[in-house]
């Protein structure tokens, strides 16, 4: 009956899965201090840092509530995992399933949380003209990216179950696809977008492009497409590559 437990077993549901702080941090748009200090009971949480994170676990609102009056709290959280049927992990979109309306709820507020993360973030860009300005919108997309799949896939699910939350998912989906079109068209003129007009105009086969820059075909359409941070060795590769083709067709 503490934050101190409830905390604990928060941390039990995170690490049960896999997830370190910045991954959930990641998912949730709380700084990993903040998750910290609420799995540690160090101090009293805001109410939108919890909703944040029940979202974030896929557990159901009002869980943190219920571990804090709970004689045992590790009790407590096996019952509500017992209970929910979701789960996610961190290395692949989660098979979800829809028994409830409330669970289509939790999969609402997740979605919301992840909007709310992205907008954030995207606030808090640095200027274009700085120098990690890119990868860093790169990142974001790719962010973004995880968080519309899982989005429609909730939604995919929530229609299959009649929920009454499969319009608002749609809306969170489109809203998802929104925010990385923006993003992208960000990268109009980047270096990536530059390697894409020049691997179209070499008329070099994929394999030899990808070669002469020292990463894999993978890779390389990753960067094309914004979908990938530009590997830190290989810029001035890239750099080259797009200027001798520019002076080819000159």
Known sequence: MSREAAGAALR???????????????????SVMGLSYLERGARKPHKSTVQKVENGLGLPPGTYARLLVAPDARAEIAQVLTEQSPRISRRETPQVIVERGTDAAVFEGYAEAQLEALKTVIDRLPS???????????????????????????????????????????RHVRALEDIRRTLLD???????????????RSGLPEP???????????????????????????????RAFVAHVERDRD
């Open 12 to 30: 039990s549901v995170r690490e049960s899965r896999d997830w370190s702080l910045a991954d959930l941090a990641e998912a949730t748009g709380v």
């Open 128 to 170: 274009p003209s700085d120098s990690g300005y890119e990868n860093v919108v790169r990142s974001v997309i790719a962010q973004c990216l995880k968080a519309e799949q899982l989005a429609a896939n909730s939604w995919r699910v929530a229609v299959g179950a009649e929920a009454d939350s499969g319009e608002a998912l749609l």
């Open 186 to 200: 960000r990268l109009a003129d980047s270096l990536g977008a530059q390697l894409d007009r020049a691997c179209a």
């Open 208 to 238: 030899v492009i990808a070669g002469l820059l020292g990463i894999s075909v993978e890779q390389m359409w990753d960067v094309r497409n914004g979908a990938a941070a530009l590997p830190p060795n290989t810029v001035d590769r890239i």
